[in-house]
Nanobody, 124 residues
Framework: QVQLIESGGGLVQAGGSLRLSCAAS????????MGWFRQAPGKEREFVAQ????????YYAESVQGRFTISGDNAKNTVYLQMNSLQPEDTAVYYC?????????????????WGQGTQVTVSS
C-alpha cells in the first residue's frame, strides 16, 4: 500500500506563498500519478493539480493556473505544491493523493491513496 505524508501547511497573508510537500512510501513503484485536492468548509473536495510520473506532465484546475506549480522528485517519491499569490479563497484543507483520474470538468475518480490533509489558511 502507498502511504502519503503531507507537510507545509500554515497561516499566510494574502499575496504570500507556501510550499506543500507529500512523501510517498510503500508500493510507490505502482504509482502513476500524484496530485493535490482541497476542501473548504461547507464545500465539496475539489481537484487542484496533478503530476504524471511517466512524462512529468502537469494539469491544473483553472482556479489556480498561473499561481500554483506542482513538481516532483521521483528519487524521493515526493511531490510538491508551490503556491504563490495566495488569496483568502484558497483557504482549505489540502490533501495529497495518488492514482486518480480527472476529467475536463474537474470531476475525479479515485484516488487509490489519500494523505491526511494539511490546513492552509490565507488571511486578508
Amino acid at each position: 500500500q502507498v502511504q502519503l505524508i503531507e507537510s507545509g501547511g500554515g497561516l499566510v497573508q494574502a499575496g504570500g506563498s507556501l510550499r506543500l510537500s507529500c512523501a510517498a512510501s510503500g508500493r510507490t513503484f505502482s504509482t502513476y500519478n500524484m496530485g493535490w485536492f482541497r476542501q473548504a468548509p461547507g464545500k465539496e473536495r475539489e481537484f487542484v493539480a496533478q503530476l504524471n510520473w511517466s512524462d512529468e506532465s502537469t494539469y491544473y484546475a483553472e482556479s489556480v493556473q498561473g499561481r500554483f506549480t506542482i513538481s516532483g522528485d521521483n528519487a524521493k517519491n515526493t511531490v510538491y505544491l508551490q503556491m504563490n499569490s495566495l488569496q483568502p479563497e484558497d483557504t482549505a484543507v489540502y490533501y495529497c493523493a495518488a492514482d486518480f483520474r480527472v476529467d475536463a470538468y474537474g470531476s475525479f475518480k479515485g484516488p487509490r491513496s489519500w494523505g491526511q490533509g494539511t490546513q492552509v489558511t490565507v488571511s486578508s
